[in-house]
């Protein structure tokens, strides 16, 4: 969140507003020093590599969110969410590695900040650094892990995110299966929604949505940080000093970051970030060789792929997008991801208006869109005229009717047991037309990264 507004702040400074908007708001930030002491680090590469740390901080919402939003618990003072994030030198791209939480690490020797006893190096989960030894500890971990130098530290509580997200006016997601915690409390169904900032909290902090556990949670908070940026850069938040002030001043207001990362700095990378969109973010999650590594007195770790990992790191310290070379994108509409391909969808057409002809066009441009119809269209029973678009479908096919129903916007979605196979689409009289769609690709790429634009709503 706080690396959405440093890309706020260098887009407004490069659009000409300036000084005059950005000057103050280094006083909304809590200083640390999270460099103090510390030798042996990585030789620098290039560009800039921010560390941002998302933090538990119940201790700071109201009792009404608490109870909204499911946080209730004791406030645990650790990370709840871990990002390593590099700027290109040429500041043309930034590059979002997720860190799991409970990855697998080699804690450095230091002393503990809340017993003050001294520890040799020991075996933790990454989020324990923040809870034994604060900023600077989480600093020298991450560093020891990735062989990465961090030049800035960057922290952001509960509060801070939801009052960010709620300052632009909410931020757009888009689902193609219905998304329910009971944890969280998340309850989504398919399609697209303004979520505000409690529900953004939910969505970005839900474990239980599926099987993916920790490993979904990134890719939701890492397609979340893409769709924000999306929002600061084209909501007009930047070109509006009032607003962007707000914004600002939300973010910042909770947020915890070292002396060397202030307004200076953050103008100094405006310069040359002018077309920043999300197309120029890419994000990945540190490669994983084993999802359940025991570890005796710590329980079950996530274990980096030792090989992989290294050159992920190694990319970043020689300043390589982890994406590979994007083709110029298609004319015409974005197809929308849908979970299976349109060729193994089986589609019989009926025509449920009186306009001669429909049903045919609709199968037409359904078997344009990659449909499997059966070219035989026929007309609904007489009697039976129609409005809105129905599909028909046996309950064992419906990830496949949730994938036509994205071709069809607005269509009825109706379960019959015992239908079978085929799918039943009976046009209606508000009928606009078919819409593209393709199968959600799995991600390209020997680190599986994928860039902002494609994980935004289309």
Known sequence: ???????????????????????????????????????????????????????????????????????????????????????????????????????????????????????????????????????????????????????????????????TVDAVGGVQICTTKPLRDSHTGLDLPAGPHRLDGGQALQYVRARHVDGAADIGRIQRQQTFLAALIDRMTDSGVLLNPVRFRQVATATLGSVRADEGFRTEQMLALAKAMRGFTPASSEFVSVPIGDMSFPVKGIGSTVKWDAPKAQKLFQSLREDRPLTPARRPAPQGPRPVDVDVAPKTIRVQVYNGTRTDGLGGRVDAALRGAGFDTTRAPRTAPAGRQHARTLIEYDPGWDRSARSLAAALPGAELRPVKGQGGTLRVTVGAEYKGVTPVRERQAPTGQFEAVTGDQVVCP
């Open 1 to 163: 969140m706080r690396m959405a507004t440093t890309l706020s702040v260098v887009v407004l400074a490069a659009g000409g507003i300036g000084h005059a908007v950005v000057t103050g708001l280094d006083t909304g930030i809590t200083r640390v020093d999270p460099f103090k002491d510390m030798k042996n680090r990585p030789q620098a590469g290039h560009g800039t590599n921010i560390l941002v740390v998302g933090t538990d901080g119940r201790d700071r919402i109201t009792e009404d969110e608490r109870r909204t939003y499911r946080l209730g618990g004791e406030p645990c003072h650790c990370t709840d969410t871990v990002m390593l994030v590099h700027v290109s030198a040429d500041r043309e791209r930034a590059s979002v590695v997720s860190l799991p939480r409970d990855s697998y690490a080699e804690m450095p020797a230091h002393t503990d900040l809340t017993t003050g006893r001294h520890h040799d190096a020991h075996p933790v989960k990454l989020n324990a650094a923040y809870a034994e030894g604060g900023p600077g500890l989480t600093v020298r971990t991450v560093e020891s892990m990735t062989g990465v130098k961090i030049d800035h530290y960057l922290e952001v509580d509960f509060t801070s995110f939801m009052k």
